[in-house]
């Protein structure tokens, strides 16, 4: 058996056809599957059936596909000892958290941390999605909510503070029962729950996936929105409407895999994240300042 044929067997099992696990690892379709049918072959038997286009696995291929897991995560963890055990703050580190925090956050703080550390090089996945840090997708996660499960060494980083906003223009009819949301996949959200149980009766005139498209959107007067203050704050365009306390508050958790935390790279940018988000704690917990 090769074993590097189970990383491609782990991936399809992950991905669940064989596009998504083609772009993923890489290389073609052609390959994922000469690599699978290569590993069926070893074993004596199917790892998987196709349905409706999904490659599902077989009982046989769900116990391989847990043991081949912890070998990935194993593998994975062997990268990390050989690094911690170099102490050189150099290379990349990964960081995946949602997109506004990126673009307008992290994004403007980085210098800073390129300034302490030259050799250091940053790879910011913006993405919703849990990238698993065990399989090494991500070093450190930034999430905002606290895992419910899951290996890893988590810190609380920040409050986040959510507002009432509309726009700061006078001469935009804006109803009052008019309101600006996330799209419907993000319905489960403490943000997206506060604002149905404020609107009322009121109507939702816009969805969108993006936080900048929404606060775009208030800033126009096409209606009320529930903002990130750290990030409604600072534009102009837009005025606290709920007072000067947060409506709603929700914590940042940082996530790192254990075994990565002893590598160089990835403890100095987390120690440098939590120093940098202590220090403007205020600012994303919402707490009212002067606008430039």
């Not at 956050?105 to 250091?120: I, S």
Request: glycine share 10%; aromatic share 6%; hydrophobic share 45%.
């Amino acid at each position: 058996m090769n074993w590097d044929d189970l990383r491609f067997c782990v991936t399809l099992g992950r991905e669940g056809t064989l596009a998504a696990a083609a772009r993923r690892l890489g290389v073609d379709q052609t390959t994922v599957a000469r690599r699978l049918r290569a590993l069926e072959d070893s074993l004596g038997t199917p790892l998987f059936e196709r349905n409706d286009g999904l490659w599902q696995p077989t009982a046989v291929g769900g116990r391989v596909l847990e043991r081949a897991v912890r070998i990935e995560e194993d593998v994975a963890g062997i990268g990390r000892l050989a690094e911690a055990g170099a102490g050189t703050v150099g290379g990349v580190v990964r960081i995946t958290a949602v997109s506004a925090l990126i673009g307008d956050w992290l994004v403007p703080h980085l210098p800073g941390l390129y300034a302490r550390y030259p050799e250091l090089c940053v790879d910011l996945v913006a993405s919703n999605d849990n990238l698993n840090v065990a399989r090494r997708e991500a070093d450190i996660a930034i999430r905002l909510a606290r895992p419910a499960s899951g290996d890893f060494l988590i810190r609380k980083l920040a409050d986040v503070g959510f507002a009432l906003y509309g726009a700061a223009r006078g001469d935009l009819p804006v109803s009052a029962g008019d309101w600006v949301a996330y799209n419907e996949d993000l319905e489960h959200t403490p943000e997206m729950q506060r604002l149905h149980a404020m609107r009322g009766g009121g109507r939702i005139r816009l969805r969108a996936n993006s936080l900048r498209g929404l606060m775009q959107a208030v800033a126009d007067g096409i209606g009320h929105g529930l903002l990130p203050c750290f990030l409604a704050e600072a534009d102009v365009r837009l005025t606290r409407l709920s007072g000067p306390a947060p409506i709603l508050s929700r914590e940042l958790w940082m996530l790192i895999h254990p075994d990565a935390r002893p590598v160089a790279r990835v403890s100095a940018t987390a120690d440098w994240l939590v120093e940098r988000f202590g220090e403007e704690a205020g600012r994303l917990a919402g707490t009212p300042a002067a606008r430039p």
